[in-house]
């Protein structure tokens, strides 16, 4: 009985989405990934005897890390990514916190000029890595070496509503990856243990990576798809963004909504976000030029339909 309870509640969260909401994707942001561990070089130390260091820089592996995280987002096939050139372009032209720290302010800014509607900050809080070696002797002939390379990294991710500024998700994921191996030594001839290299921590790292994918997967559903129309045409059809990059497809069915006033917190003055009013809807026809960033529409409903106004999947 419990399971059949599971499921129903699991079909009914679907049927909450409409068909069309399922296919569309998000407009996606990686604002920035710093190090929490300051930079400095992290080691793990260990009482085993014969043990070795392995110490790795966090610095360098930002850059790295940002680049894998777009890289499995992109593979999800859910989400539109933001160019970081981009994004970039406008931390020098703006101030909107290159650090990553995304604040409602700088949230809401950020949601204008890329369009995003999700952006993603984190830090890497966590970087160690352990190579033990215990070492055996066979009456002076021969050692034997067995070893244990352990890497383990921890990321602390914030996933932030572009609109709003609202924190949608604030969670850990970590990646551990190991490494074991024996060799043998006769008159001083022959293998040894393992060694301490770069890929044993690009394996944690990439599996910490993984682990955030599925919490962006998850805080994602908590934000409506959205787009907007671009431009009235006097014939009755729109130009809308987004297009066939975002899964629109000819025949899909989306309410159009107008941008009323907006409503801030009397507390803390921070944006809750715009009233929205219905005034139409529309059909998806094709697309606007090449590349599917934007598409063509025939008004369905309403009138006084202007750029701007948003649209949302019926």
Known sequence: MKKLVTLT??????????????????????????DGTEGQTRAAATATPGARQSTY???????????????????????????????????KEQDLGASGAVTPQSAAKMNQLLGAQLLISGSITEWGNKLENKQNHGG???????????????????????????????????????????????????????????SIMDSAVRKAVVNCVALIRSASMKVAWQGSIIKINADGTAVVKPGSESGMQPGMNFVVYSKGEELKDPDTGLSLGFQ?????????????????KAATAKISTGKGLKAGDVIKPK
């Not at 909450?16 to 399922?22: E, G, T």
């Not at 070496?145 to 998700?169: C, F, H, P, Y």
């Open 57 to 91: 820089t966090t610095s360098h592996y930002t850059t790295t890390l940002i680049n894998m995280l777009t890289t499995e987002l992109f593979k999800t096939n859910a989400f539109l990514m933001v160019d970081r050139q981009q994004i970039d372009a406008i931390f």
């Open 140 to 198: 002076g002939y021969w050692t034997g070496t067995k070893s244990k390379n352990t890497a383990r990294v921890t990321l602390d991710l914030k996933i932030t509503d572009a609109t709003t500024g609202e924190i949608l998700m604030a969670e850990s994921a970590s990646g551990t990856a190991e490494v074991k191996s024996g060799g043998a030594k006769i008159l001083g001839f022959g293998t040894s243990g393992a060694t301490a290299d770069n």
């Open 9 to 34: 509640l699991i079909f009914v969260s679907f049927l909450s989405f409409s068909q069309d909401s399922l296919i569309l994707k998000k407009r996606l942001a990686i604002i920035n990934f710093i």
């Open 276 to 292: 929205l009013k219905k005034v139409g809807g529309l059909t998806i026809t094709g697309d606007f030029g090449d590349g599917g």
